[in-house]
């Protein structure tokens, strides 16, 4: 990460920047739409944190968006978002460990798994399936189709199925993955919807 | 940098990376927008391996752990076992054993748990019908495939060989909105080009017969499978018969009872 003395693009930059998030959108428009480049940014400090200690995931990664933010709108010099995003991120990993032996021990509580032995989990999942199979229905047979092919394999014939998903379709594995994920992100988002689950 | 494999994402996922392994990847993470999405679907996958019971003891307990942590992941659980369920991927119960909830259950129920502790799965690669062929070890039940309300309701019966010809008729239940029911039979071994023809022998209005059936398997499972109209099972006592095309053996037979509720 390098922290040098303001560049003059900074200053105009932070100048123009009422606040610090201003100041982050601002830089974040040379890597393109600035909302999106937020959104992407944070999704993968997500990522990065769920790695890591993910019950805390979200809330550390606006910690870490945050002094980002601020660090820019300081006018610091900031070569690679990204990697300076890293940097902020991992400081703030060490600390959030620092303090969180009483945290980390719920994370691994076995109580906070479903107990497939619950009649209340039980009826759950029954609320769950009866959610998917109409968010499924809603989605049409192609889009039931992709889905359920493209999740049906195990293992190694996991690599295989989606190849063959992707060249009958004529498209690129990692067209097709975005494609997968993004219909799986909608049914989950239906079923959530339709449960009146919070969103993650 | 090499493109890490879907092996090392699920040991970084899980945590069993050497921290000299993880950096780089961390450190990709953030710059690359599609190695996020290769993220992504590992623990999609991870998650899917999870709600099928197909992983082994170690990552499944840090699998666990890693799905234990958040509100969010255990959610993604939860829609990654009915999307196990919807391809009948779910794992089979413990039921069998002793479970003392099994009792109190709807037999559809025993379909729909995940993490199963404390018993690996025994049904790794089986396909749609392996949930209906565990529940039916102990008898004969049908399971929802469907919304209930949906005009596309599919459910499932499946006769086991150990059950035929039994002093009482297997009770079948029936979803008053069932159009078809998917029946399975369980056959015994037999050479593979064997046909089988299945007959409903009091259908009403008319008897109902499949013939040229191929058995398929599933574990240590195999059966014939035929759709069949709801009305060829009015309520009231039926006779399933299955016999192998052109053989002397005498077919086999179970005798059901249907019922729509």
Known sequence: MSEGPRTEADASASHAAGTPFDALLLRLRAEGAEGLAYEALRRRLIQFYRLHVPAEADDLADIALDRLARKIHQGTDVASVPLYALGIARMVLHEARARGARRRAAEVDPTLLPDEGDEQEAAASETVFAALSQCLDAAGAQARALILAYYAADGAERIAVRQRLATERRISINALRNRALRLRETLEECVRTRLGWTRP | ?261
Not at chain 2, 3 to 17: C, F, H, N
Not at chain 2, 55 to 64: I, S, T, V
Not at chain 2, 186 to 202: G, K, M, N, P
Not at chain 2, 213 to 222: D, E, F, I, N, S
């Open chain 2, 1 to 261: 940098m090499n493109e890490p494999t879907d092996e090392t994402l699920r040991s970084w996922l899980l945590r069993r990376l050497p921290a000299q392994e993880a950096e780089p990847l961390e450190q990709r993470l953030l710059q690359d927008d599609a190695f996020g999405e290769r993220l992504r679907e590992a623990e999609t996958d991870l998650l899917d391996d999870l709600a099928r019971g197909r992983l082994g003891d170690d990552e499944r307990a840090q699998a666990a752990e890693y799905v234990a942590a958040t509100p969010q992941a255990r959610a993604r659980l939860r829609f990654a076992a009915a999307l196990a369920r919807v391809r009948g991927q779910s794992p089979p119960m413990r039921f069998a054993d002793g479970d003392r909830h099994a009792a109190r259950r709807g037999p559809a129920d025993r379909c729909v748990r995940w993490l199963p502790r404390g018993r690996p799965a025994i049904a790794a690669g089986l396909f749609a019908s392996v949930c209906a062929i565990a529940i039916a070890v102990v008898g004969l039940h049908w399971r929802s495939g469907v919304a209930p309300g949906s005009a596309a309701i599919e459910t499932t019966v499946t006769l086991m060989a150990d059950r035929q010809r039994g002093a009482q008729a297997e009770q079948v239940r029936i979803p008053p909105d069932a159009v078809t029911i998917r029946l399975q039979v369980e056959v015994d071994a037999a050479d593979a080009q064997a046909r089988y023809t299945l007959s409903i022998d009091d259908a009403r209005p008319d008897p109902f017969t499949a013939r040229g059936l191929v058995a398929r398997q599933a574990g240590p499972y195999r059966f014939v499978e035929v759709a069949v109209d709801t009305k060829a099972l009015a309520d009231g006592p039926h006779r399933v018969r299955v016999a192998v095309e052109g053989a002397q053996t005498p077919p086999a037979l179970w005798s059901i009872e249907t019922r729509r509720e």
